[in-house]
């Protein structure tokens, strides 16, 4: 199956995107990876890793 994947009926049409590579944990603290090859962090789990960095993608975009 090529191209992106097909969206179910009960999937939020809202979803934030964002490279999974970005998040990663260090001694089990999780960080996110800003585009400059800098960690934001830690955060305690790998979701709060996730939110922070859909959180500044926001405002970087609005940049």
């Known amino acids: 199956m090529k191209g992106s994947p097909k969206q179910r009926k009960n999937d939020s049409k809202v979803a ?3 490279r ?3 998040i990663h944990a260090i001694n089990g603290e ?3 990876l800003a585009r400059e ?3 934001i962090g830690p ?3 790998k979701q709060d890793a996730e939110t922070g ?3 500044f993608l926001k405002i ?3 940049r």
Do not use: I, S
């Open 16 to 18: 934030a995107h964002f």
């Open 60 to 62: 970087v975009k609005k």
């Open 43 to 45: 955060f305690p789990t």
């Open 53 to 55: 960095l859909a959180e």
């Open 37 to 39: 090859g800098q960690n």
């Open 20 to 22: 999974t590579h970005r």
């Open 30 to 32: 999780w960080y996110f």
